[in-house]
């Protein structure tokens, strides 16, 4: 059939009747909200469609009929036409006042994981890092047994849990090495470390530091120098394995010439270096030698040239005065008998007087039964050493030595157990047998150094 003989459905339904659209009452009529615009009439809903749309929102346009929706949207803001981001633009598309996601989060594309702070890590002992994480010991099986897994129950899921599971390496007993000569448990006094060699390490030391002190002080005040500048290698060598960027270069040489200009120059030796480290400092990093975080390298650097040059300058300062060399072999005699008697009365008194209670969440390890032995051990020391020599004028003053040499001291190794749970480090260095790094045999005595320099100025020791 042709496409202009196919019947339409008028011709076969016929016309549609005549409708009365008032038969079921008035036409509402609904008035148009724009300005200025006539009234009309709403049609019934069974009148022929007009073609006219009602306004939905008649007071959203503006006087040019042009809808104002698109006015909640700005376009680009150019730089002085308003107030930045201070009007909240974009709540209309981002959220109110209380969205959790915020227009300056969504602008925001720095990695959250590198700027929030690392999540706490209770499974991590700070004391010990390298420790058992990896190593727990698991009994052997016995002899012709199997190990059997048990399969799940039927319907049963494995619940996850929210504390994160030790890897487990099974290891298998062995027959233990020979000890090495001197490293029998009888030397090492079950303290977990050689103390034949430590003993040894540290006899070594002191004779050194006796003779360098005894044959001149400007010889005692270059191994001071020499023994700071170590320390300061090694404590900015763990700053960048902690990635920061300190000025190296500058603490070294700050660290090291600030002891030997104290002795040339005394006290005021320390107002001049300290303006020039600030200005090299800054100066390091405006030119560009390095551009990481400049504040935080800065403090380190700085932190570095003063906490261990500027301290070990007090001992340049004591070879300064009348009693000099004697005073500085007393505070290095006097910190060595403190750190002995707090090892070995920690180690035979822990928990015995005080109970668990812990001393310092820095240095868990350390006990008050230790800390207390170690003040008593600086006080006698002092007292002892004065009776054998006569420095001072009067007991009490080797007893106010002792004390300010022991208080100090204890804040000295608790200082260094703080930077060094911060940078996740068991010990500064290796370079001492026994003993860990430099600036772990002299974390106390740097302390010490100026407790005892002002002690003897105010008793009048110049």
Do not use: C
């Not at 079921?24 to 200025?36: H, I, L």
């Amino acid at each position: 059939m042709a496409d202009d003989d196919t019947p339409s459905i008028y011709d076969v339904f016929g016309d549609p009747p005549e409708v009365d659209p008032t038969r079921f009452g008035p036409v509402p009529v609904v008035p148009d909200e724009r300005p200025g615009a006539p009234g009309a009439a709403l049609p019934h809903w069974s009148a022929p469609p007009t073609g006219q749309v009602p306004p939905v929102r008649g007071d959203r346009y503006d006087d040019n009929d042009e809808p104002k929706v698109w006015d909640d949207l700005s376009g680009p803001r150019w730089r002085g036409e308003k107030s930045g981001w201070a009007d909240d633009d974009l709540e209309v598309v981002f959220g109110d006042e209380g969205s959790p996601v915020r227009h300056d989060d969504i602008l925001n594309f720095d990695d959250p994981r590198l700027t929030s702070p690392a999540p706490p890590r209770p499974d991590l002992d700070l004391d010990d890092p390298f420790g058992d994480v990896f190593d727990i010991e698991t009994p052997p099986e016995p002899a012709g047994r199997r190990s059997v897994v048990a399969p799940p129950e039927s319907g049963s899921v494995p619940q996850a849990t929210d504390r994160p599971r030790k890897r487990q390496r099974q290891r298998t007993p062995a027959a233990a090495p020979a000890a090495p000569q001197g490293d029998t448990p009888e030397s090492s006094g079950g303290m977990g470390r050689n103390m034949t060699q430590a003993v040894g390490v540290g006899i070594g030391l002191a004779g050194a530091a006796l003779v360098a002190i005894l044959i001149h002080p400007l010889v005692g005040a270059f191994l001071i120098a020499a023994a700071a500048g170590l320390a300061a290698v090694e404590f900015f060598d763990a700053a960048r394995h902690g990635d920061h960027h300190p000025a190296t270069m500058l603490g070294l040489a700050g660290a090291a010439l600030l002891p030997l200009a104290a002795y040339w120059r005394g006290e005021q030796a320390y107002a001049v270096v300290m303006a020039v480290t600030v200005v090299f400092a800054g100066l390091w990093y405006i030119v560009g030698a390095d551009s990481v975080r400049p504040l935080v390298n800065m403090a380190i650097t700085i932190l570095g040239i003063f906490w261990i040059g500027g301290m070990a300058s007090f001992g340049a300062m004591l070879l300064r005065l009348s009693e000099g060399q004697k005073l500085l072999i007393g505070v290095i005699a006097v910190t060595a008998i403190a750190d002995t008697a707090a090892l070995f009365g920690g180690r035979a008194f822990k928990h015995a007087l005080f109970g668990v209670r812990q001393f310092n969440a820095w240095s868990p390890s350390k006990s008050w039964e230790g800390t207390i032995f170690g003040l008593l051990g600086a006080t006698v020391g002092a007292l002892a050493l004065d009776a054998v020599f006569s420095v001072g004028a009067e007991w009490w003053h080797a007893a106010a030595f002792g004390v300010a040499i022991g208080v100090l001291g204890v804040i000295g190794d608790l200082f260094e157990s703080m930077i060094k749970r911060d940078l996740k480090l068991k010990d500064m260095g290796t370079i001492l047998p026994g003993h860990g790094g430099i600036l772990d045999r002299v974390d106390a005595l740097l302390f010490a150094l100026p407790a005892a320099y002002f002690v003897a100025r105010i008793l009048d020791y110049v």
